[in-house]
């Protein structure tokens, strides 16, 4: 008996099973863009970081990627830049008519477009998992949702995928309001033997010991009818 005590202690304990699983054909990195109270900064870092990835994806001639981001606007711009960097490039979100989406689409699925610059709500039953299965990069701008999304993106796009591996980036920054956003994803990856950047586990630790700013939301108070 103290012997099978011994073995149980010398055990290693098992990490609790992720609710999304994602198998070995996805690559996963995370770059953390981390400047507080410099926005003008945050903002630069990341477009050039993004500029960069880009471009690398595109110099090669077998590679196509979808990049999601939050904002019609943005990714409308962000198509504008990379079209006249000469990459064929098109945006992708609920602005556009459902024909329009769909031409969009199989001109993707066909070669002709080779970069989509897409919302996180697409609309009409497209989403990114969907239309990834086509794609050797994704590229995820931020977590405005929140980690599930994200988690959602890989593990879907992974399960759809016919062949090839998935190179997934995603950029993370902090959002007070989604203090456990950190945790959660370095949880995630350490789940699935993914690198976990520095920056990201300083910022989970910094929540963890009070030395971050945070942002609990409270459930508005229930509003009681007036008596009779």
């Known amino acids: 008996q103290q012997s099978q005590q011994q073995q149980q202690q010398q055990q290693p304990q098992q990490q609790p099973a992720s609710k999304y699983k994602v198998q070995s054909g996805a690559v996963q990195q995370v770059i953390v863009i981390d400047h507080p109270g410099n926005s003008e900064k945050q903002a630069a870092e990341k477009d050039r970081v993004l ?7 595109m110099e ?5 990627a979808i990049v999601v981001v ?6 409308d711009n962000l198509a504008a830049k990379t079209w006249e960097q000469g ?3 098109a945006a992708l979100h609920t602005g556009k008519s459902q024909e329009g989406r769909l031409w969009i689409l199989d001109a993707f699925k066909k070669g002709h477009l080779r970069l989509l610059v897409a919302t996180t709500t697409i609309g009409k039953g497209i989403d990114i998992p969907t239309i990834s299965v086509e794609a050797s990069h994704l590229i995820v701008v931020g977590m ?3 980690v599930e999304d994200y988690k959602r993106y890989v593990e879907h796009a992974v399960k759809v995928r016919r062949c090839g591996c998935l190179h997934v980036l995603a950029f993370f920054e902090y959002c007070p309001e989604q203090h456990t956003a950190a945790k959660e994803l370095s949880e995630f990856l350490k789940a699935h033997k993914a690198e976990v950047p520095e920056g990201l586990c300083k910022i989970a630790e910094q929540v963890a010991t009070g030395n971050r700013e945070i942002v609990v939301r409270r459930a508005s108070p229930a509003r009681l009818s007036p008596r009779s």
């Open 70 to 75: 939050a904002k019609r606007e943005i990714a």
């Open 144 to 146: 405005q949702n929140g």
């Open 51 to 57: 500029a960069e990835h880009i471009s690398k994806v």
């Open 60 to 64: 090669k001639g077998d590679s196509n």
């Open 87 to 89: 990459f064929k490039s």
